[in-house]
């Protein structure tokens, strides 16, 4: 594992960029972002496969191709989605068309959008297990994706060591990214989600944060990852309590900064900051860029 983390160390950088601004824009104008974000310095690029969102393979090499330099990962392809082979050989393909710029996050998803598609929620760890061993015996003569998972509880971050060359969290406080590098151990790749707001004002934050934060803790294992970090039913319920939000969220150019370097400080080989609320991927850039110079430097 050692020197192929390393080589995932290295492409995704210290600071990377997380956004859904890619839904329902077209190609062109997607093609003209990535290009932008690449220009502001930022090494790595994360993207959903959300219910809104295109074929995560599709996606990923459209952003690869619109790029000359930057890492493009997925956070995360979802594993009902689509078969393991269909996934493993995708990847596959776009790692040797792309070397060391590809980062697959390889995700169980939730309990909804699995049922949605007719799969049954039944022991999740034991069906990732199964979709990670069907992806290995598909590998042919192209090189294998290197490999992230979607993890917040100890079983599937054991996985993400055992079975892939990391994990990536989302949605987790600082103390989250300490116990998950204590459970990993030194060797595997930590990369770490951070939402972020440029606005400074403590009110306008956090509504911005509970209107975003609302959906996740209504699903179990958001929820749950923060009752196991010492929050209460009370910091959990609704929207979130401003306790869980200071601890979930950074504001500022200056705090965002030092959210950062205190996930590096825990542990995180990468962080990859969300900018939340506005909706608008040209805000969204803006704020990319006026955090840019000080993000690069940590």
């Known amino acids: 594992m050692g020197a192929e983390a390393d080589t995932v160390r290295r492409a995704l950088g210290r600071v990377g960029v997380w956004t859904f ?3 329902g824009r077209g190609a062109a104008a997607v093609a003209v972002d990535v290009r932008t974000i690449e220009t502001l310095g930022y090494p790595a690029l994360w993207i959903p ?56 996050g390889v995700g169980i998803g939730h309990e909804y959008s699995t049922e949605r598609r007719g799969i ?47 994990a990536h969290t989302y949605f987790v406080p600082v103390a989250h990214t300490a ?4 459970v990993l151990g030194p060797k595997p790749v930590l990369a770490v989600e951070q939402g972020v707001m440029l ?11 509970r209107a975003w934060a609302r959906h996740y803790l209504e699903l179990p294992n ?35 900064v030092a959210r950062v370097r205190e996930h590096v400080q825990a542990g995180a080989d990468h962080v990859c900051v969300q900018v939340i609320g506005s909706l608008d991927a040209e805000a969204d850039l803006l704020a990319l860029r006026t955090l840019a110079p000080a993000l690069l430097s940590v």
């Open 222 to 256: 958001y929820a749950n990852n923060w009752r196991r970090l010492g929050f209460d039913d009370e910091d959990v319920a609704g929207s979130g309590s401003d306790r869980l939000l200071d601890a979930g969220f950074a504001w500022g150019a200056d705090a965002i």
């Open 120 to 166: 049954a929620w039944d022991r999740p760890l034991m069906r990732m297990r199964s979709y990670l061993d069907a992806m290995d015996a598909a590998a042919d003569a192209l090189p294998s994706a290197p490999r992230l998972l979607a993890a917040l509880g100890d079983g599937m971050l054991r996985l993400s060591s055992a079975h892939a060359l990391g």
């Open 49 to 104: 496969e959300g219910s809104g969102s295109p074929d995560i393979l599709a996606q990923l090499s459209w952003l690869l191709a619109s790029s000359r330099h930057l890492t493009v990962a997925s956070g995360i392809a979802n594993v009902t989605a689509r078969a393991p082979d269909v996934l493993a050989r995708g990847a596959s393909l776009l790692a040797d068309a792309y070397p060391k710029r590809l980062a697959l």
């Open 21 to 23: 601004g890619f839904d």
């Open 199 to 209: 606005t400074s004002d403590d009110a306008e934050a956090r509504a911005l944060a």
């Open 179 to 182: 116990h998950a590098r204590r």
